[in-house]
C-alpha cells in the first residue's frame, strides 16, 4: 500500500512537472491581480482594491451577486479578458486532473502487466492454483 502511495505521488509530480502547472497558475495569479488593479483603478464604483478583487472572485466563479458592476468600456473589456482568461485556466486544471488520473491507471496497468510476466517467467516453478490465477487473468484481459 505504501509502495502504491509514493507511486502515485511521483506520478503526480510527473504530470504537474510535464503541464507546468504551477508556473501556470502563478501567471493566473498574477494576470487575475493586475486585472483587479486595472478595474479598481478605472471604475468608481469601487471603493477599495479589495472591493474590486471580490468582483473579479464574483466575476471568474459566476457567483454574480451584482453588489457591484464594471460600468466603463474599459471596465466591461477588462471583465472580458478576465472571464475568458479563467474559462481557459479552468480547462487547464480539468485538464491536468485528468493527465493525472490516465498516467495513475496506466502505471496501474503497467505494474499488472509487470507482475504478470514474473509470474510466467517462473512458470515451471508456480502451483495449480497461481496458474488458475494468470488463465483468469489473460481471461479478464482478454475480456477488456
Not at 472591493?51 to 457567483?63: D, G, K, P, R, S
Not at 471583465?79 to 491507471?105: C, D, E, N, Q, W
Not at 502505471?107 to 496458474?131: I, Y
Amino acid at each position: 500500500m505504501q509502495h502504491n502511495k509514493a507511486k502515485r505521488k511521483r506520478v503526480l509530480r510527473r504530470v504537474l512537472r510535464q503541464t507546468r502547472f504551477f508556473e501556470t497558475l502563478g501567471v493566473y495569479f498574477i494576470v487575475f491581480f493586475a486585472l483587479a488593479y486595472l478595474i479598481f483603478r478605472r471604475e468608481d464604483v469601487f471603493e477599495t482594491y479589495g472591493n474590486a478583487l471580490w468582483y473579479c472572485f464574483e466575476l471568474v466563479t459566476t457567483i454574480g451577486f451584482g453588489e457591484a458592476v464594471a460600468v466603463t468600456p474599459v471596465g466591461r473589456l477588462l471583465s472580458i479578458i478576465l472571464s475568458m482568461y479563467s474559462i481557459g485556466m479552468i480547462a487547464i486544471i480539468t485538464s491536468t486532473v485528468v493527465t493525472y488520473h490516465r498516467a495513475k491507471l496506466r502505471t496501474m496497468e503497467e505494474d499488472k502487466l509487470e507482475l504478470m510476466m514474473d509470474k510466467l517467467e517462473r512458470l515451471p516453478e508456480l502451483s495449480s492454483e497461481e496458474l488458475k490465477e494468470i488463465s483468469e487473468s489473460v481471461r479478464r484481459f482478454r475480456s477488456s
